[in-house]
């Protein structure tokens, strides 16, 4: 069983930078899509970057792309969210998430299709 346990999260001002690490373990990120999700109040859970178990496709959400950069590190069993640039409206729960890959598919920024989860780290973006 894949477990997922986030770190990272905190305060910082706009235009600032955070890095959010996602340590797995039970199994191996290697053998999963795996992806950073966010939720702000009030509002859905939604995918913000996904790292693809197949050819290591990397997806980004609108917003995220050209600030945020998702990588994996197969021998720590890590997944990390380098964010830049950060906003106020970047506010959220950050979780990571993992599901078993399509078979020569790409990920998905898609909540609903994920399998694990772990609890969440609160980032916020304020000065």
């Known amino acids: 069983q894949l477990q997922l346990v986030e770190s990272g999260g905190g305060l910082v001002q706009p235009g600032g930078s955070l890095t959010l690490s996602c340590a797995a373990s039970?199994?191996?990120?290697?053998?999963?899509?795996i992806g950073w999700f966010r939720q702000a109040p009030g509002r859905e859970r939604e995918g913000v970057a996904c790292?693809?178990?197949?050819?290591?496709?990397?997806n980004y959400e609108d917003s995220a792309e050209g600030r945020f950069m998702i990588s994996r590190d197969n021998a720590k069993n890590t997944v990390w969210l380098r964010m830049n640039s950060l906003k106020p409206e970047d506010t959220a729960v950050y979780y990571c998430?993992?599901?078993?890959?399509?078979?020569?598919?790409?990920?998905?920024?898609?909540?609903?299709?994920?399998?694990?989860w772990g609890k969440g780290t609160l980032v916020t973006v304020s000065s």
């Open positions: 998430a993992a599901k078993r890959p399509y078979l020569f598919r790409s990920c998905v920024l898609s909540a609903d299709a994920m399998t694990y």
């Open positions: 039970g199994s191996t990120v290697d053998d999963y899509d």
């Open positions: 790292f693809s178990r197949w050819g290591g496709i990397i």
